[in-house]
C-alpha cells in the first residue's frame, strides 16, 4: 500500500507560481510513474501532468504544456509539480497519483492506482 501526501497548495495572484510536493511512503517509489490531476468545482477530475518511473519522460496536457513542470527525486521518494504563469482556471484541488510500472498513452483517472489526499490551488484574478 502506498501513501501519498501533498503539500504547497495555496492562493496566488494570476500570473504567479506555486510549487507542489509529493511524498510516498509504504512503496517502492522508482517502481511507479507519478502524475497529478486536477479536479475543479463541478469538473470531473483531470489529468495534468505525469513523469515515467526514471524521470526520463514526461507526460503533459495541453492545457499546461509550456507552464507546468514535473519532477522526482527518487532518493527523497518525492514528485514535484511546478507551476508557472497560473491562471485563474488552473483553480482546483491537485492530487497526486502513482501508477505501478508505465503510464499509457493517454492518461486518465481509471490508469491510477493510488491517490493522494489533494491540495487546494486557488488562483485570483
Known amino acids: 500500500q502506498v501513501q501519498l501526501v501533498e503539500s504547497g497548495g495555496g492562493l496566488v495572484q494570476a500570473g504567479g507560481s506555486l510549487r507542489l510536493s509529493c511524498a510516498a511512503s509504504?512503496?517502492?517509489?522508482?517502481?511507479?510513474?507519478m502524475g497529478w490531476f486536477r479536479q475543479a468545482p463541478g469538473a470531473e477530475r483531470e489529468f495534468v501532468i505525469g513523469?515515467?518511473?526514471?524521470?526520463?519522460?514526461?507526460y503533459y496536457s495541453d492545457s499546461v504544456k509550456g507552464r507546468f513542470t514535473i519532477s522526482r527525486d527518487n532518493r527523497k521518494n518525492t514528485v514535484y509539480l511546478q507551476m508557472n504563469s497560473l491562471q485563474p482556471e488552473d483553480t482546483a484541488v491537485y492530487s497526486c497519483?502513482?501508477?505501478?510500472?508505465?503510464?499509457?498513452?493517454?492518461?486518465?483517472?481509471?490508469?491510477?492506482?493510488?491517490w493522494g489526499q489533494g491540495t487546494q490551488v486557488t488562483v485570483s484574478s
Open positions: 513523469i515515467s518511473r526514471n524521470g526520463y519522460m514526461i
Open positions: 497519483a502513482a501508477k505501478s510500472g508505465t503510464w499509457p498513452g493517454k492518461i486518465t483517472t481509471r490508469h491510477v492506482d493510488y
Open positions: 509504504g512503496g517502492t517509489f522508482s517502481a511507479y510513474a
